[in-house]
């Protein structure tokens, strides 16, 4: 797993660790992870037009007007530790109540 990250604040720092180790740990899922539990509601990923490689929360998040680049409004200032940019002024660093469920059905024994 490669991390790449900048020089700044312990809270980015911390924030873009635990963020990448969640993608190893496939948080956040598509969807609909389990047959257990409703689709993930704030999941988007990079199809979706907001920002982002890979699977996301928009936990939190407010969204810009569309333009060419994010058609669907690129998503700014999610809450979620599983939100697409750093943001450590506005992320909780944790998960939030909707990925923990998610998060729970994973067996962790391997990235």
Do not use: N, W
């Not at 740990?25 to 509601?41: E, G, I, M, W």
């Amino acid at each position: 797993m490669l991390i790449k990250y900048a020089p700044g604040s312990d809270a980015a720092y911390y924030q873009c660790v635990s963020h990448e180790f969640g993608h190893g740990f496939k948080q956040v899922p598509d969807k609909k992870s389990s047959d257990s539990l409703p689709d993930h509601a704030t999941q988007y990923d990079h199809h979706d037009g907001h920002g982002g490689q890979g699977s996301h929360c928009s936990t939190g998040s407010t969204a810009d007007a569309p333009d060419a680049t994010f058609t669907g409004g690129r998503f700014r200032d999610g809450t979620c530790i599983m939100f697409h940019q750093l943001s450590p002024t506005t992320c909780t660093q944790t998960f939030c109540a909707t990925c923990e469920p998610h998060l729970r059905l994973q067996s962790f024994d391997s990235l």
